[in-house]
């Protein structure tokens, strides 16, 4: 199926949870934070969370700074 990816046309797993997701892009263990569809989605139900085919998802970085 497909989702945008933050802006870009991204092909995924029929059954792909954004957990999924986050482990196929390597970033398992960072600071990111995950939005789909204007909604952020808790880190708590990453692993629950399906993604549904067009879903519009952006993952940010956290950065910190002083």
């Known amino acids: 199926m497909n989702i945008i990816l933050n802006g870009e046309n991204t092909e995924v797993g ?3 949870s954004i ?3 986050i482990e196929r ?3 398992t263990g ?3 934070a ?3 569809n204007e909604e952020i ?3 708590s139900e990453h692993e629950s ?3 549904a085919p067009g879903d519009q998802v952006e ?3 956290a950065i910190g700074g002083g």
């Open 14 to 16: 029929e059954t792909a």
């Open 19 to 21: 957990q999924a997701l």
């Open 41 to 43: 989605v808790p880190r």
């Open 25 to 27: 892009l390597e970033l």
């Open 49 to 51: 969370h399906q993604l």
């Open 59 to 61: 993952i940010v970085h």
């Open 30 to 32: 960072r600071r990111i």
């Open 34 to 36: 995950v939005e789909v």
